[in-house]
């Protein structure tokens, strides 16, 4: 493409538009962008609270390609692994990886998002804030923009629109009045609400700092990410109806009778709990599907915009990031917009649509089975076939969160794996009478190589 014609106007200056906007105007881009939102660093963020997110390698690995892995880093908190609170009482740490060098990440949303705004203007993309896109003439390359402080109206001519404007993407919905998407979007029949442990009075944390805290209740469950100065945020996922739900604890007392009773240790952490519950909205979870994620080489969407998901994985902005690295590929390496945004999207649908699939299910696993004894006897034995099988049987959380193969040959491989574990541990209530040889045969024969995984 030629140089002095290449403009791109990317909708949404959030994770997916800030870091695509580095990485474009490193390699010439102009690059403009559109937020609906004021600017992070002039008013403060939001209400001021603090939200954190799990960064695994797949979006460290964007950040360097960006430059801004050492700013992030700076600040993250190491959570080796999920320490898992008891219903009972008691807690128990469960590794994610083999050591320090598999661990995670917690990081806060709000400096992030404007560490990357700050390295965008830097390489020299130009970012205008309170401007919402609200509609768009394809075929003139005109869209209109409203400043919603006084909702007056501002129009702009475009070459190409990225639509990094998440999960109500504005662009997406302009998109599908003028083609045909195929969009679907699934509600997951549960909703999230926030809470906060503050520090200790002396600053510290109260709990332990290098672990994701997760309470597994069953139908529903309470989780906790630390933040660098001695917070956590909690999120509590409940479903939307039935007997313990959003529909029958509605009110601040309501939520202190339901952490009495099943998150009795950490009621105690939470000292706004009613202040908390009644001021934060509940959050609507669900999964995005559509058919087509581009328009010509007039628009593509990319992050949650194309395939928002449920958060369970804690791989949403991580496969946001990586969506970046790869349309910035395709933009170097085709001829046009329209094959740039084509091959895009046949690289990137069907990994999307398998961290979808694997989001799902990791709620059920979380909230259900991490406190379950046959789930720890398959853990045991995925460790050992880990050992036993370098480079061949490679734990799902391992494929997902340390490596960065694609996530559709995780979830193939993953599934491979799950019959296997399930079928080995059958009747068995320890390691001690598995019949290894049948195994290791059984292994071989089932999983290929994969390269750079020992
Ligand atoms: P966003 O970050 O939502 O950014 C969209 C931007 O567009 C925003 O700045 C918005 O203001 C702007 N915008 C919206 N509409 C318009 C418009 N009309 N015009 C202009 N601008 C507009 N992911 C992880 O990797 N790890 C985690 O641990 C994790 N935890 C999560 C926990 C919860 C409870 C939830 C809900 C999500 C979690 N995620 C996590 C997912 C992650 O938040 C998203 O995948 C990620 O934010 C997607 O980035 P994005 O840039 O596509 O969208
Ligand atoms: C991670 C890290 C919101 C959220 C974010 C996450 C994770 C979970 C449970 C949740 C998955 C896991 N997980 O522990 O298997 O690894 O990001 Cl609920």
Redesign the pocket.
């Known amino acids: 493409m030629n140089a002095s014609s290449r403009s791109i106007t990317i909708?949404?200056?959030?994770?997916?538009?800030g870091l695509l906007a580095i990485l474009l105007s490193r390699k010439g881009w102009n690059v403009t962008v559109?937020?609906?939102?004021g600017d992070p660093r002039v008013k403060g963020y939001e209400s001021g609270r603090s939200i954190n997110?799990?960064l695994a390698e797949r979006?460290r690995h964007a950040l360097r390609q960006a430059d801004a892995e050492d700013a992030v880093m700076a600040r993250a908190v190491m959570m080796r692994g999920r320490m898992v609170h008891f219903l009972e009482g008691g807690e128990q740490l469960q590794r994610y990886g083999r050591d320090d060098s598999e661990v995670i990440w917690s990081i806060h949303r709000a400096d992030l998002n404007v560490t990357l705004l700050n390295l965008a203007e830097g390489a020299g993309a130009k970012i205008h804030f309170y401007?919402?896109?609200h509609t768009v003439d394809f075929p003139a390359g005109y869209a209109r923009f409203i400043d919603d402080r006084d909702d007056s109206p501002h129009d702009i001519r475009f070459d190409t629109l990225i639509g990094?404007?998440?999960?109500?993407?504005?662009l997406r919905a302009a998109m599908s009045r003028a083609t045909w998407l195929g969009e679907r979007g699934e509600f997951l029949g549960h909703s999230?609400k926030e809470l906060e442990i503050p520090p200790a009075p002396d600053g510290s944390f109260r709990i332990e700092p290098n672990a994701l805290h997760i309470w597994p209740r069953g139908d529903y469950m309470c989780i906790a990410l630390p933040n660098d100065a001695g917070t956590f945020t909690v999120?509590l996922f409940l479903p939307n109806t039935g007997p313990t739900s959003f529909a029958t604890v509605r009110s601040g007392d309501e939520a202190r009778a339901l952490f009495e009773r099943d998150f009795a240790d950490a009621l105690p952490l939470i000292p706004n709990l009613e202040r908390d519950w009644e001021h934060h909205p509940p959050?609507l979870l669900g999964t995005l599907y559509l058919d087509r994620w581009h328009l010509g080489g007039r628009a593509v969407l990319l992050?949650?915009?194309a395939h928002a998901m449920v958060?369970f994985h804690?791989?949403?902005?991580?496969c946001?990031f990586e969506d970046c690295v790869a349309l910035a590929a395709q933009l170097e390496a085709q001829d046009d917009l329209t094959s740039a945004y084509a091959a895009f999207e046949a690289e990137r649908k069907p990994n999307a649509a398998a961290i979808q699939a694997m989001a799902l299910e990791n709620y059920t696993e979380m909230r259900d089975r991490v406190d379950d004894a046959d789930f720890l006897l398959q853990r045991q034995l995925e460790q050992q076939l880990q050992q036993r099988h370098p480079g061949r049987f490679v734990p799902h959380y391992t494929m997902v969160t340390f490596m960065r193969i694609p996530y559709a040959v995780a979830l193939e491989r993953s599934e491979v794996q799950r019959k296997l574990l399930r079928e080995a541990t059958q009747g068995h209530t320890t390691l001690a009478s598995i019949d290894w040889i049948t195994l290791d045969q059984r292994v071989h024969d089932a999983l290929p190589l994969l390269e750079d995984a020992a």
């Open positions: 909708i949404g200056a959030g994770l997916a538009g559109y937020e609906r939102r997110l799990a979006g401007r919402r896109l990094a404007d998440g999960a109500g993407s504005a999230y999120t959050g992050g949650d915009a958060p804690g791989q949403g902005m991580n946001a």
